[in-house]
């Protein structure tokens, strides 16, 4: 049996920030947000909603769609840079809070990417029959490390988490080719200062990204021997339409095949592809049999995509 997508399910938080609003905080304006990253509004968690809140609420929305009760769970790994304390773990926290009390629990730190590194370890617990549930979290309060007087950064970002139940699914059906990788030299382009803010060489971070994202998607898709054109369904992470928009080029996509919640939400990180892949299929825009690729990619430097085909 492959390891599949049993159910998702996604929390953003009410608070809308606008491009206008950060003009009154920043030297910016709302064009050229638009026309450089995509980016209309993003979400901003309270001060008294963390991390786990609504990691929490994700996967509690995940496990009812994939109807999978919380005690069921034989794991729970939750990617993110910005949890609640440094331990406990998220993980742990909403292990407690679901009840799921036969599932182990770590987090992951691979920044944007660290939803594929979750999804990919899920894997091979399922496909080695040691696991039959997996919650898989991507979570972030990115609010709490931005630094509100950098435009170069502040207009990128927004709160929010994403969930998927992995389990397996039948023959054919799943997660059936995937690509991780790191270059740690590249460290120094997106990182978290000694004052505990983001800090980002957006052009270089631009650079190793524009090329990344579309040489994956391709990879996982050569792994399968399908052709690039068989893809039904692109979810990149939301970081910048332009990147988003290379990687759907390089596989020859038309644009509604591809996931745009960057518009909304901004650039999420290990929340912005699952946030994405909940909506998409609350929308319908995936279906039985799809062939969908996912591709991140962030600070470490990290990447990671997987192809699957939807349904169980
Ligand atoms: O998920 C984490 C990974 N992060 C990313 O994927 C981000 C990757 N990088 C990017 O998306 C882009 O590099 C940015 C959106 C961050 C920047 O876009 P860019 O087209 O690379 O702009 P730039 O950095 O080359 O800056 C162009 C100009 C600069 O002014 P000068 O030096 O030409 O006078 C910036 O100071 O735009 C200026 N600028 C702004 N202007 C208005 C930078 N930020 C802003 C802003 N509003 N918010």
């Known amino acids: 049996m492959d390891a599949g997508l049993l159910g998702t399910g996604h929390y953003v938080p009410e608070k809308v920030l606008t491009n206008k609003d950060l003009e009154n905080m920043v030297d910016t304006n ?8 995509g980016i209309e509004e993003r ?6 909603v963390d991390s786990s809140d609504m990691a929490f609420f994700a996967a509690q929305n995940a496990l009812e769609q994939a109807d999978v009760k919380a ?15 440094p331990f406990p773990s998220v993980s742990c926290m909403i292990q407690d809070r679901l009840g799921a009390k036969k599932a182990a629990a770590m987090d992951i730190s691979a920044a944007c990417s660290g939803f594929m590194y979750g999804l990919i370890t899920a894997k091979q617990f399922i496909d080695t029959n040691a696991y039959k549930h997996i919650l898989v979290v991507g979570v972030e309060k990115l609010s709490k490390i931005t630094d509100w007087s950098d435009r170069n950064t502040c207009v990128l970002f927004g709160d929010g988490a994403g969930a998927a139940v992995v389990g397996p699914v039948s023959d054919g059906k799943g ?18 200062d000694k004052d505990d803010h983001l800090q980002m060489n957006g052009r270089e ?32 992470h939301q970081a910048n339409i332009r990147i988003m928009e ?52 962030g600070g470490g430097l990290t990447w990671g995509a997987v192809a ?3 349904g169980k």
């Open 308 to 310: 699957l085909r939807w």
């Open 205 to 236: 971070v631009f650079k190793f990204a524009v090329r990344q994202m579309p040489e994956s998607s391709v990879n996982v898709i050569e792994k399968l021997g399908c052709n690039k054109e068989d893809v039904d369904y692109l979810i990149p």
């Open 30 to 37: 709302d064009e050229w947000i638009r026309t450089r990253t």
């Open 175 to 192: 997660i059936l080719s995937f690509e991780l990788g790191a270059d740690g030299a590249g460290g120094k382009e997106l990182y978290q």
């Open 71 to 85: 005690e069921d769970i034989d794991l729970i790994l939750v990617a993110t840079v910005t949890p609640d304390t």
């Open 246 to 297: 290379a990687a759907r080029e390089r596989l020859g996509i038309s644009q509604e095949k591809m996931a745009t919640s960057i518009k909304k939400y901004g650039n999420n990180s290990s929340a912005s592809i699952p946030i994405a892949l909940s909506e998409a299929v609350r929308d319908g825009k995936i279906k039985d049999n799809d062939l969908v690729v996912m591709v991140g990619f």
């Open 43 to 48: 979400r901003i968690a309270s001060d008294d």
